[in-house]
């Protein structure tokens, strides 16, 4: 399985939601700013590109040397339609201060330096020390995950639907209704929801994890052949 570190360098890194938080004044709830974009540099920092004139740009640059204490959420929504949508949110917090260097024309960077990250997602719940986070590679596929997901549910849904057969007395006698959605599809393996009368996930993992879609390709033809027998 993908380890916590990897699998929130990949969320991070992918198309999913994000917002940072800093502190409100006095007390008051966090104010929230959505960043146009988002990378990790090479040390790990998360750089967050905001217009040069917003709240987020004033709140860092008029901040002590160190800045504020800021918190980065993201939530990752399955990008097909099925139920229980949310897969999982990352958090990521540290100070957070402005960029040195070159910038686009009206935009700043803004640099978080992440000193502690947790991860709440399908595989579970746990911590990723900063360190762990810099070292991380995010998932190949994750890049080419939706596009994929909503592929295999268009123009595979019936292939998607013979997995079923693969797991045994726990998928129960199929009734009028259900339905097989893909949700998650990683380096390591493609995870099902089975939906119906009762509602649970599959995992269905790769012999070997995958490189590239040339492999996936292959990969998935055999697991599809296995379940057709």
Do not use: N
Request: charge should be negative.
């Amino acid at each position: 399985m993908p380890s916590a570190a990897e699998r929130t360098r990949t969320l991070v890194q992918s198309t999913c939601s994000a917002v940072l938080l800093l502190p409100g004044p006095d007390g008051a709830e966090p104010c929230q700013f959505m960043p146009e974009s988002r990378t990790v540099g090479p040390d790990g920092e998360v750089l967050l590109v905001f217009p040069a004139g917003s709240p987020a740009v004033r709140a860092a640059t008029r901040a002590p040397e160190d800045g504020p204490h800021s918190v980065v959420e993201l939530t990752d929504v399955a990008p097909v339609s099925v139920p229980h949508r949310i897969r999982g949110r990352a958090w990521l917090s540290g100070p957070l201060t402005v960029e040195a260097g070159p910038a686009e024309t009206g935009r700043t960077t803004l640099r978080l330096t992440v000193g502690e990250a947790y991860v709440d997602d399908l595989w579970g719940a746990d911590e990723v020390a900063p360190e762990d986070f810099a070292a991380a590679v995010p998932d190949p596929l994750a890049e080419h995950e939706a596009e994929l997901l909503q592929h295999l549910h268009s123009a595979h849904s019936a292939e998607v639907q013979t997995l079923r057969g693969l797991i045994g007395e726990r998928s129960g006698t199929p009734a009028a209704g259900t339905a097989a959605v893909p949700v998650g599809l990683d380096r390591f393996g493609l995870r099902v929801r089975f939906t119906g009368v009762q509602c649970f996930d599959a995992r269905f993992d790769f012999p070997e994890p995958v490189r590239d879609i040339g492999e996936l390709r292959r990969v998935m033809h055999t697991l599809f052949e296995a379940a057709s027998h």
